[in-house]
């Protein structure tokens, strides 16, 4: 997977940390794709149908601008990973308002301080991987791809789930993934290769090698 360009202005960047709004606004348009395609995996299927994702980061980003004062306290100068928390706990507060008690963190283990935002379940995971499997025996033989990649997910560490999320759904590169969940870039990129050799080992011994 090639690493994504996220190559920010440092003079916006500098803008930023003066607390100049424009500067926020400019930064959050550069990234916001990117955010939106965190809300799209990440908000919970039942709110999907009920609450659009643009207005969930126009939520997210009004909080920007009252914390703006905050981005330059962080020890990392990555705008797009200051926002992606944002956006997060701007999730995981929609979640605890309109789940409630209902809502389960599918990676219990891991906390949501360092994911910044809800976990996937493995349904949720099963749902977004596997959008590209195609069989010519139809829909049965996709079906068992997809219950076969499920179990697969349910039986990963929840640190390697999260990696493979992270990597391959939001599309983040091995030293943003590495920031996240606080880890050496050396350990998140062997994280990830051993998450991608469990997950074929899995699949072909189920699947009798095919």
């Not at 009252?66 to 020890?75: A, T």
């Not at 507060?93 to 994911?115: I, W």
Request: net charge negative; aromatic share 4%.
């Amino acid at each position: 997977m090639t690493e994504p360009e996220t190559r920010e202005d440092p003079e916006l960047l500098s803008r930023l940390a003066a607390g100049d709004r424009d500067a926020l606004a400019e930064l959050f348009a550069f990234h916001r794709d990117r955010l939106r395609r965190m809300v799209d995996f990440r908000l919970h299927p039942r709110l999907s149908r009920r609450i659009d994702p643009d207005d969930v980061l126009q939520d997210a980003y009004l909080d920007a601008v009252q914390r703006i004062d905050s981005y330059r306290q962080q020890e990392d100068p990555s705008c797009h990973l200051w926002l992606r928390l944002i956006v997060g706990q701007t999730l995981t507060d929609l979640h605890r308002r309109h789940l409630g008690a209902k809502m389960r963190s599918a990676n219990q283990e891991v906390p949501l301080s360092r994911l910044a935002g809800p976990a996937m379940s493995s349904d949720a995971m099963t749902y977004h991987l596997s959008g590209g499997l195609t069989s010519p025996s139809g829909a049965a033989a996709r079906n068992e791809a997809s219950d076969l990649l499920r179990a697969a997910l349910d039986e990963m560490d929840e640190i390697d789930r999260e990696v493979l999320i992270l990597r391959h759904l939001e599309e983040l590169s091995n030293t943003e993934v590495a920031r996240i969940l606080d880890l050496q870039p050396s350990a998140a990129s062997n994280r990830y290769v051993r998450a991608l050799t469990r997950l074929k080992g899995f699949l072909q011994n189920r699947a009798g090698g095919d």
